[in-house]
């Protein structure tokens, strides 16, 4: 099911009608109480927009602009300019070994995550940034809030095609937008930040499926996981650590690859510190100090109500000519 959002509902009866937001919001109001609240207000806005005679969505074909492109579409054809690549992973599917790898893309309407799986991902070591990208059949799914394009065996990923050109993707949209900590606002996405690490926390590992890689749960045969039921886990592993930038501090949590990233070790070094803990401190003490580069995304923790860092990619060498042109610039 195609999904449109309540704001881009609300602006296209708004152009269409010229009532004001107010006017609208109301009458959607009024008809969710008709309705006994048995509806959604996307739902309401849906009957709404139809009662006025304005066509919500009109079914588009052909090569679409970033913002165009909604959640549930199949069959996407987009063109964008390769602004991050994060790096690929493998995990068991069934019992073959699979990979996936993703990419943020932009044009001057906006930017989206391309998620690439098997065969596919192998695409990933062939990209580089400000590199043009034709995607043909993707299908768009919604990730914590955010649209993403997935390719799959059918999906075709073009690099650099010939006569394919993108404009300049707007500063606002551009991957890693460089943000002070204390501007960091709950949701904020492909954020950069560049500061120094002042805490560091123990490793924490927990048991994950070793054919699809989701959590699995403690059961009474042993663990079990939502899709393969029991199984004999395999473990990842998280880290968290304070940063500061000298506006303020927020702590960062790096998963897996990101944790393996900082440290600069593989998963067997890493997993040493599950069977011997203390060692992990001389590790702790060496990093105190150190200024990262990480790219992510705000979270708001709830349980502590604060906003939290997760780190989608981490830079342990930002190069010093770099940041000052930044911030000469």
């Given at each position: ?17 010229n ?75 069934g ?8 990419m ?8 989206i ?42 999906s ?104 393996e ?57 930002p ?11």
């Amino acid at each position: 099911m195609i999904k449109i959002p309540y704001e881009e509902i609300i602006l296209k009866i708004n152009e269409k009608t010229n009532m004001t937001t107010g006017e609208i919001e109301d009458r959607i109001d009024k008809k969710m109480k008709q309705l006994s609240g048995l509806i959604s207000k996307e739902g309401a806005a849906h009957i709404v927009a139809n009662e006025l005679g304005v066509k919500v969505f009109e079914p588009l074909s052909g090569k679409l602009q970033i913002k165009n492109i909604l959640t549930g579409m199949r069959d996407v054809e987009t063109i964008g300019k390769v602004l991050q690549i994060y790096e690929a992973r493998e995990f068991m599917r069934g019992d073959a070994v699979s990979k996936v790898a993703s990419m943020l893309i932009g044009d001057e309407t906006g930017t989206i995550r391309i998620v690439m799986w098997g065969s596919q991902a192998d695409n990933a070591a062939n990209l580089a940034a400000n590199d043009i990208v034709k995607i043909i059949g993707g299908y768009v799914r919604e990730n914590n809030g955010r649209k993403e394009i997935h390719l799959n065996d059918r999906s075709q990923l073009m690099i650099n095609p010939k006569g394919e050109s993108v404009n300049e993707v707007a500063s606002e949209f551009r991957s890693g937008s460089r943000k002070e900590i204390k501007n960091l606002a709950e949701n904020d996405n492909e954020v950069e930040l560049l500061g120094t690490i002042v805490q560091v926390f123990d490793v924490k590992f927990y048991e994950i499926c070793p054919r699809c890689g989701k959590r699995a749960k403690p059961s009474a045969a042993l663990f079990e996981c939502s899709e393969h039921g029991n199984v004999i886990p395999a473990y990842a592993y998280v880290l968290n650590a304070v940063l500061d930038d000298g506006t303020e501090t927020i702590r960062c949590v790096f998963f897996r690859n990101q944790v393996e990233k900082l440290l600069k070790m593989n998963q067997e070094q890493v997993m040493r510190f599950k069977q011997e803990p203390a060692d992990f401190e001389a590790v702790k003490n060496e990093l105190l100090g150190t200024i990262i580069k990480v790219n992510g995304r705000a979270n708001k923790n709830s349980m502590f109500n604060r906003i939290e860092f997760v780190a989608n990619s981490v830079d342990t060498n930002p190069n010093p000519e770099e940041e000052l042109k930044r911030l000469q610039g």
